[in-house]
């Protein structure tokens, strides 16, 4: 699994950061930064709802 960010698309709005801060921070200018972009896959339901959270639809899983 391998998670993807359109950053043309992501807002810093943080949700993802809200849901799974283990994987997803915003740093001091509000822009989003993916701390682990291949989680292991005992993590895609927890992954897979944060990416869903975003309201700009920036964030996507492959794989």
Request: with cysteine; charged share 30%.
């Amino acid at each position: 699994m391998r998670i993807h960010v359109d950053r043309d698309k992501c807002e810093g709005l943080g949700m993802c950061e809200a849901m799974a801060s283990d994987f997803f921070e915003l740093d001091d200018d509000d822009e989003m930064r993916v701390l682990d972009d291949s989680p292991d896959e005992s993590q895609r339901g927890h992954v897979h709802s944060a990416v869903q959270a975003c309201p700009v639809l920036a964030l996507t899983l492959s794989g």
